[in-house]
């Protein structure tokens, strides 16, 4: 069984997370943005999406099997639904076309800010919303 999901982060084509779990899997659907703040962690090489603010996050929509999905939950350190521990929740969010109009409603990690130890690691806002050109660019 397929799902779709929603990377902005290092799954999005041409990160390293791509290259090991979703390149050759003709995951592929397209791009899309997602409301939110995109933000860098201290001493972290990927970045943290919360559900506040309106700015647009730039990101690919993929369908992939389950087993991969297991794989990517297992990367994002989400454990289940409302776990203290997850270092990402998986949430159902709009998702975008660049004329602000809803195209999906798909699975995105987004950071858990309800557990204070990942609070302490959110640092600076990463303002243009594309974490592949902010990555470029450092």
């Not at 791009?31 to 559900?51: D, E, H, I």
């Not at 989400?78 to 798909?106: A, L, R, T, W």
Request: contains cysteine.
């Amino acid at each position: 069984m397929k799902e779709k999901i929603f990377v902005y982060g290092t799954l999005r084509k041409g990160m390293y997370n791509h290259e090991l779990y979703l390149k050759d899997k003709n995951s592929f659907i397209g791009t899309g943005f997602v409301k939110g703040k995109l933000m860098t962690l201290k001493n972290k090489s990927y970045p943290a999406l919360l559900l506040e603010g309106n700015d647009l996050i730039l990101g690919e929509i993929h369908e992939v099997d389950n087993s991969i999905v297991d794989q990517l939950d297992e990367l994002e350190s989400y454990f289940g639904e409302n776990n203290i521990d997850n270092e990402y929740n998986k949430i159902v969010c709009d998702i975008f076309d660049e004329d602000g109009q809803v195209i999906d409603q798909i699975p995105v990690y987004v950071y858990n800010i309800y557990n204070s130890a990942n609070v302490k690691l959110l640092d600076a806002v990463i303002i243009s919303g594309d974490f592949v050109k902010y990555s470029q660019n450092i």
